[in-house]
């Protein structure tokens, strides 16, 4: 059973930065494009950024472009989410997730997800 663990989230101030990894078992990292959400309660889930199993395409919610960087390392068997300049409406439980499809940003793509890591950013 593929295994996804997110780690690296905490509370910022406003303006700051934070960088999340998520790291990867049993599955074949490399033949996987991988997503970030985030999702605060009573709301639904939201894409935040996509890579493709090579790293060399990206996908961003225009809410976060320019502030987030996705980026992998295969060898690890990695995913990481730079995130700057941090607002508080960043606030969320962020979720790493895997899917066989390609780049997507529907949830509904994806087959593996991990646990969640919380990000809170204070005004």
């Known amino acids: 059973q593929a295994q996804l663990h997110e780690s690296g989230g905490g509370l910022v101030q406003a303006g700051g930065s934070l960088s999340l990894s998520c790291a990867a078992s049993?599955?074949?990292?490399?033949?996987?494009?991988m997503g970030w959400f985030r999702q605060t309660p009573g709301k639904a889930r939201e894409f935040v950024a996509a890579?493709?199993?090579?790293?060399?395409?990206?996908m961003y919610a225009d809410s976060v472009k320019g502030r987030f960087t996705v980026s992998r390392d295969n060898a690890k068997n990695t995913v990481s989410l730079q995130m700057n300049s941090l607002k508080p409406e960043d606030t969320a439980v962020y979720y790493c997730a895997a899917t066989a499809y390609g780049l997507g940003s529907s949830q509904h793509g994806y087959s593996y997800w991990g646990q969640g890591t919380q990000v809170t950013v204070s005004s």
């Open positions: 890579i493709t199993w090579s790293g060399e395409g990206t």
């Open positions: 049993q599955l074949t990292f490399e033949h996987y494009a």
